[in-house]
């Protein structure tokens, strides 16, 4: 099955989808190999894997490199965070063409101004009129091939300040302009705004959510609620920081590595992760 009429029978199914951020292919190995659904090709953990902030510096080519490669090895669907659009309605038009045929299985744009910061800064976050984020909603639908390929509108409305009338009034609008599904971003650190917008929003699309901040919402109580898609966003990349630097002040303070052989993979399920032994059987043949 295609990647794309796989990550469409998630959202559709009654039953709840969990994904996880990823900011590399061998991340995205591990959230599959995790049991997750699919994989989130997250803007802000990819810019941090290279040493950026997320803040619009990445380019489209960089992040669609970064899903495409994910794609390629993963066969849960990826869908790749696309922050703004990196333009307007043709940037939109033109990143569905490329992302599409890069495997990546959806797309996600948000209605903030370019260049946008993580929804997490501190600092004024601004939003596109309703109008002019649905045109790129409708060019990026307008220019796909495989109609299975999922184009999720992400409203910041609430990131953004705005009252839960407003992402409601956006989602409609995402919605009517064709978008697939609707995601709808809080920085609360209680699912109850997100709540309130799912008890209004009464399953117009499928919505997902990004619990980050308000992370003691069990899926269950999610599902409940309505929510179709659950994205753990950043949490490998975050484990991985915690991981890296623990082991790596621990050499270098003790003068061994001994202290944190257990802490490490073994160098055998490095091997096993990037399927060594199926490139050296082509090798044989
Ligand atoms: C990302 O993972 O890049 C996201 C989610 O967009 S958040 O960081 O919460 O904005
Ligand atoms: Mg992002």
Same mark, same amino acid.
């Given at each position: 099955?295609?990647?794309t009429t796989k990550l469409r029978e998630l959202i559709t199914s009654r039953q709840i989808a969990r994904f996880a951020g990823a900011h590399d292919p061998l991340s995205a190995s591990l959230v599959e190999i995790s049991g997750f659904d699919g994989v989130w090709a997250s803007s802000f953990t990819i810019s941090a894997a290279n040493g950026l902030p997320d803040m619009s510096l990445l380019s489209m080519a960089d992040f669609?490199?970064?899903?495409?490669?994910m794609a390629a090895v993963?066969?849960?669907p990826i869908l790749a965070d696309c922050d703004t659009g990196f333009g307007g309605a043709p940037n939109v038009a033109y990143l569905v063409q490329r992302y599409e045929a890069a495997g990546v299985a959806g797309v996600c744009i948000e209605d903030k101004l370019f260049?946008?910061?993580?929804?997490?800064?501190?600092?004024? +976050? %601004?939003? #596109?009129p309703v109008d002019e984020f649905a045109r790129k909603i409708e060019a990026g639908k307008n220019a796909q091939r495989d109609p299975d390929f999922v184009l999720v509108a992400r409203t910041e409305a609430l990131?953004?300040?705005?009252?839960? +009338? %407003?992402? #409601?009034?956006r989602a409609d609008a995402y919605v009517d302009a064709g978008a697939d599904m609707i995601l709808v971003?809080?920085?609360?650190?209680?699912?109850?705004?997100?709540?309130e917008f799912l008890d209004a929003w009464q399953a117009r699309a499928p919505v997902v959510v990004v619990p980050t901040?308000?992370?003691?919402?069990?899926v269950t109580d999610a599902q409940s609620s309505g929510v179709s898609l659950v994205i753990y966003a950043n949490h490998a990349l975050r484990a991985a920081i915690r991981s890296m630097y623990r082991v790596l002040t621990s050499i270098e303070s003790t003068g061994t590595s001994t202290a944190v052989e257990d802490l490490i993979s073994p160098v055998s399920e490095v091997f096993e992760l990037t399927h060594l032994d199926k490139w050296l059987h082509l090798e044989n043949r």
């Amino acid at each position: 099955m295609n990647s794309t009429t796989k990550l469409r029978e998630l959202i559709t199914s009654r039953q709840i989808a969990r994904f996880a951020g990823a900011h590399d292919p061998l991340s995205a190995s591990l959230v599959e190999i995790s049991g997750f659904d699919g994989v989130w090709a997250s803007s802000f953990t990819i810019s941090a894997a290279n040493g950026l902030p997320d803040m619009s510096l990445l380019s489209m080519a960089d992040f669609l490199e970064a899903a495409g490669r994910m794609a390629a090895v993963c066969s849960v669907p990826i869908l790749a965070d696309c922050d703004t659009g990196f333009g307007g309605a043709p940037n939109v038009a033109y990143l569905v063409q490329r992302y599409e045929a890069a495997g990546v299985a959806g797309v996600c744009i948000e209605d903030k101004l370019f260049p946008k910061t993580n929804s997490f800064v501190d600092r004024r +976050q %601004e939003l #596109l009129p309703v109008d002019e984020f649905a045109r790129k909603i409708e060019a990026g639908k307008n220019a796909q091939r495989d109609p299975d390929f999922v184009l999720v509108a992400r409203t910041e409305a609430l990131i953004a300040g705005h009252d839960v +009338q %407003e992402a #409601l009034h956006r989602a409609d609008a995402y919605v009517d302009a064709g978008a697939d599904m609707i995601l709808v971003h809080s920085k609360k650190d209680s699912p109850r705004e997100v709540i309130e917008f799912l008890d209004a929003w009464q399953a117009r699309a499928p919505v997902v959510v990004v619990p980050t901040t308000y992370h003691d919402w069990h899926v269950t109580d999610a599902q409940s609620s309505g929510v179709s898609l659950v994205i753990y966003a950043n949490h490998a990349l975050r484990a991985a920081i915690r991981s890296m630097y623990r082991v790596l002040t621990s050499i270098e303070s003790t003068g061994t590595s001994t202290a944190v052989e257990d802490l490490i993979s073994p160098v055998s399920e490095v091997f096993e992760l990037t399927h060594l032994d199926k490139w050296l059987h082509l090798e044989n043949r």
